[in-house]
T-cell receptor, first 111, second 115 residues
Framework: EDQVTQSPEALRLQEGESSSLNCSYT??????LFWYRQDPGKGPEFLFT???AGEEKEKERLKATLTKKESFLHITAPKPEDSATYLC????????????FGTGTKLQVIP | DTGVSQNPRHKITKRGQNVTFRCDPI?????LYWYRQTLGQGPEFLTY????????KSRLLSDRFSAERPKGSFSTLEIQRTEQGDSAMYLC?????????????FGSGTRLTVV
């Protein structure tokens, strides 16, 4: 069964202090790996899709990378508005639409 | 379209009662998904529709749960004989034909509390 493990569970950063979030996954065949951002009381908001090892995607201060067993979400010079829970998810090959989410990393950026 | 709309936002019900939630997806999205999220956990897949056809169901979806998407537009999720363990945020999402490749657009969810 697909497994997604995210670390750390929580991360507290000073504004401007760059860091990375980790997502390790186990899947029989990877169709896609996704990153979402979730604010309290809201549904997840789509950030990136990565398809194959070596791929990178960027959006503002966020950069996602993918290897064969894990993905990293790098946050460069974060701002307080980047505070949220970041969720990683995988979809396996085989035509299934099910996406398996990790438990997320709760990021707090302090001014 | 302003996104995926879910109603109600909050529902408190007594154990044993039936509840129904509604989801209105983005109009051009033909794929619709239901997920459940409990505190501190990631969303868990419940079921998936392509147009009006329910094509996937999770083992989590017991016989007390039923979902419909008549005419491939809005969808409803009904829980019969609610239990305290059903308390969670129920999220609906929609997407274009390629599913997760373009990311899901999630609604803000319906928070169910069973007392």
């Amino acid at each position: 069964e697909d497994q997604v493990t995210q670390s750390p569970e929580a991360l507290r950063l000073q504004e401007g202090e760059s860091s990375s979030l980790n997502c390790s996954y186990t899947v029989s065949g990877l169709r896609g790996l996704f990153w979402y951002r979730q604010d309290p009381g809201k549904g997840p908001e789509f950030l990136f899709t990565l398809y194959s090892a070596g791929e990178e995607k960027e959006k503002e201060r966020l950069k996602a990378t993918l290897t064969k067993k894990e993905s990293f979400l790098h946050i460069t010079a974060p701002k307080p508005e980047d505070s949220a829970t970041y969720l990683c998810a995988v979809q396996e090959t085989g035509g299934y639409q099910k996406v398996t989410f990790g438990t997320g990393t709760k990021l707090q950026v302090i001014p | 379209d302003t996104g995926v709309s879910q109603n109600p936002r909050h529902k408190i019900t007594k154990r044993g009662q039936n509840v129904t939630f509604r989801c209105d997806p983005i109009s051009e999205h033909n794929r619709l998904y239901w997920y459940r999220q409990t505190l501190g956990q990631g969303p868990e897949f419940l079921t998936y529709f392509q147009n009006e056809a329910q094509l996937e169901k999770s083992r989590l979806l017991s016989d007390r749960f039923s979902a419909e998407r008549p005419k491939g537009s809005f969808s409803t999720l009904e829980i019969q004989r609610t239990e305290q363990g059903d308390s969670a945020m129920y999220l609906c999402a929609s997407s274009l034909a390629a599913g997760g490749f373009y990311g899901y657009t999630f609604g803000s969810g319906t928070r169910l509390t069973v007392v």
